[in-house]
């Protein structure tokens, strides 16, 4: 499960670090094209925080609703009737730290997800275990997601360092090409939201698929694990649309100073 919060921190803080760079001097950079992706990026953070708001409202709603397993218990079963018998079930501190974790072959639950038999803790238990039947059944998205990792650890790591060392320079005139290497360095934490936003979406309906399948569920409590995980997948949606909103409004930062330096 994605920390949104944490996500729109990391953005706002590179945001208003840049912000403040340009109201120091550079002003004239914001011509219309940086102020489209300054609203762009400002309605994504918008949207996630309704979606988180959202996400926490239903999850609160659907622990209180009794399931007949713990989410730990439901991980174990789904596994086993799906053949799966080299993944091990483990808790893990902390909230919405849910995650399989294809290196070690781990579903990892949350304590209250683990120990809880609530709805909500079997709909996340199943959509953990959804990733543990794509990696089984060699899912392609999941494979490409597993192959973007080294690529997107370097850029998340030199992009946004490359980016505003590029951003500076521009500010004294020169050109924007290390800017756009950086932006090329961030851009792959973009197409790595843009990759997990399939292989969630597989998940969740590999979870709902074997939660009916099963019999675990009632009708009720079906519709109720579903409402969960379009929340929590909406999160990644967010996610990804403000990755997005945050490459575009950079890059059209770089264009809007590129047309003033050949002017």
Same mark, same amino acid.
């Given at each position: 499960?994605?920390?949104?919060?944490?996500?729109?921190?990391?953005?706002?803080?590179?945001?208003?670090?840049?912000? !403040?760079?340009?109201?120091?001097?550079? %002003?004239?950079?914001?011509?219309?094209?940086?102020?489209? &992706?300054?609203?762009?990026?400002?309605?994504?953070?918008?949207?996630?925080?309704?979606?988180?708001?959202?996400?926490?409202?239903?999850?609160?709603?659907?622990?209180?609703?009794?399931?007949?397993?713990? %989410?730990?218990?439901?991980?174990?079963?789904?596994?086993?009737? $799906? &053949?799966?018998?080299?993944?091990?079930?483990?808790?893990?501190?902390?909230?919405?730290?849910?995650?399989?974790?294809?290196?070690?072959?781990?579903?990892?639950?949350?304590?209250?997800?683990?120990?809880?038999?609530?709805?909500?803790?079997?709909?996340?238990?199943?959509?953990?275990? %959804?990733?543990?039947?794509?990696?089984?059944?060699?899912?392609?998205?999941?494979?490409?997601?597993?192959?973007?990792?080294?690529?997107?650890?370097?850029?998340?790591?030199?992009?946004?360092?490359?980016?505003? @060392?590029?951003?500076?320079?521009?500010?004294? %005139?020169?050109?924007?090409?290390?800017?756009?290497?950086?932006?090329?360095?961030? @851009?792959?934490?973009?197409?790595?939201?843009?990759?997990?936003?399939?292989?969630?979406?597989?998940?969740?309906?590999?979870?709902?698929?074997?939660?009916?399948?099963?019999?675990?569920?009632?009708?009720?409590?079906?519709?109720?694990?579903?409402?969960?995980?379009?929340? @929590?997948?909406?999160?990644?949606? @967010?996610?990804?649309?403000?990755?997005?909103?945050?490459?575009?409004?950079?890059?059209?930062?770089?264009?809007?100073?590129? $047309?003033?330096?050949? !002017?």
């Amino acid at each position: 499960m994605i920390d949104f919060p944490a996500f729109l921190a990391q953005a706002s803080y590179y945001y208003n670090n840049g912000n !403040d760079f340009y109201q120091s001097g550079v %002003g004239s950079m914001y011509s219309g094209l940086t102020l489209l &992706g300054l609203a762009i990026l400002v309605f994504t953070m918008i949207l996630g925080g309704i979606v988180q708001s959202g996400l926490k409202s239903a999850f609160s709603r659907y622990a209180q609703e009794p399931a007949p397993l713990t %989410g730990a218990e439901a991980a174990r079963l789904m596994l086993r009737q $799906n &053949g799966i018998e080299n993944v091990q079930v483990i808790s893990t501190p902390g909230r919405l730290t849910d995650h399989y974790n294809p290196l070690d072959r781990t579903v990892n639950l949350s304590e209250s997800v683990y120990n809880e038999a609530s709805v909500a803790a079997l709909a996340v238990a199943a959509h953990e275990c %959804g990733h543990a039947v794509q990696h089984a059944r060699a899912y392609p998205w999941l494979g490409l997601r597993s192959s973007l990792v080294p690529m997107v650890n370097l850029g998340s790591r030199l992009g946004q360092i490359v980016l505003m @060392a590029g951003l500076v320079l521009v500010g004294m %005139g020169s050109s924007t090409t290390v800017a756009w290497v950086g932006l090329a360095l961030y @851009a792959t934490t973009t197409l790595f939201a843009l990759v997990t936003l399939p292989v969630e979406f597989d998940a969740s309906r590999r979870a709902l698929a074997w939660l009916e399948q099963s019999g675990l569920a009632t009708r009720a409590m079906h519709g109720q694990a579903g409402t969960a995980l379009r929340w @929590a997948a909406m999160t990644y949606v @967010a996610a990804a649309l403000s990755s997005l909103a945050m490459l575009l409004y950079y890059a059209l930062i770089l264009l809007s100073r590129a $047309n003033s330096n050949r !002017d």
